[in-house]
Antibody
Framework: EVQLVESGGGLVQPGRSLRLSCTASGFTFGDYAMSWFRQAPGKGLEWVGFIRSKGYGGTTEYAASVRGRFTISRDDSKSIAYLQMNSLKTEDTAVYYC??????????WGQGTLVTVSS | QLVLTQSPSASASLGASVKLTCTLSSGHSSYAIAWHQQQPEKGPRYLMKLNSDGSHSKGDGIPDRFSGSSSGAERYLTISSLQSEDEADYYCQTWGTDIRVFGGGTKLTVL
């Protein structure tokens, strides 16, 4: 059974940093791209970024709203994807979800972790 | 620019059928999409991938009541024999080489 578990969320002050983790199980992690999405309170889903599998270069892509502040990485030996968030803003407050990707399709979702950016 | 457009809301009666629409922006009518469901206070769940020719592949455990179809730039999600647990937000999603895009979502109310 595919499982994705996000962790690392919490309350953080504007301008500070936070790292989220996504621990995967039930599939060969290294064979898949992994994406991060977010959902601000009462709003729709927003793409944050994704990391390709090592077979496709392990490169990353980001939404314009987070580019230059957020970094996605992966540790295939541990089956974990990370989202490093720097220079956080109040508008980054959201539930953050990680997903497995199959050809652009987010086919499995984690349960999400809440990030609150507030002073 | 790759954009998906959804109606904000829809409603249908218990036991009836409903067809939700997702429209691709001009020049992108050949794109496949995915449909996701988000029940109240829950995380999203993948429903299906829907191709431009109407062929679709569903996620694990998705009931036969959920089906997809396509016409031009329109992508449809049809839910038949509506049940109370189908009351949820439904999002369409598509992708390019370096981008992922969501529609604004449709809130489905089961009357």
């Amino acid at each position: 059974e595919v499982q994705l578990v996000e962790s690392g969320g919490g309350l953080v002050q504007p301008g500070r940093s936070l790292r989220l983790s996504c621990t995967a199980s039930g599939f060969t992690f290294g064979d898949y791209a992994m994406s991060w999405f977010r959902q601000a309170p009462g709003k729709g889903l927003e793409w944050v970024g994704f990391i390709r599998s090592k077979g496709y270069g392990g490169t990353t892509e980001y939404a314009a709203s987070v580019r230059g502040r957020f970094t996605i990485s992966r540790d295939d030996s541990k089956s974990i994807a990370y989202l490093q968030m720097n220079s956080l803003k109040t508008e980054d407050t959201a539930v953050y979800y990680c997903t497995r990707e199959e050809g652009g399709v987010a086919d499995y979702w984690g349960q999400g972790t809440l990030v609150t950016v507030s002073s | 620019q790759l954009v998906l457009t959804q109606s904000p809301s829809a409603s249908a009666s218990l036991g009836a059928s409903v067809k939700l629409t997702c429209t691709l922006s001009s020049g992108h009518s050949s794109y496949a999409i995915a449909w996701h469901q988000q029940q109240p206070e829950k995380g999203p769940r993948y429903l299906m991938k829907l191709n431009s020719d109407g062929s679709h592949s569903k996620g694990d455990g998705i009931p036969d009541r959920f089906s997809g179809s396509s016409s031009g730039a329109e992508r449809y999600l049809t839910i038949s024999s509506l049940q109370s647990e189908d009351e949820a937000d439904y999002y369409c999603q598509t992708w390019g080489t370096d981008i992922r895009v969501f529609g604004g979502g449709t809130k489905l109310t089961v009357l």
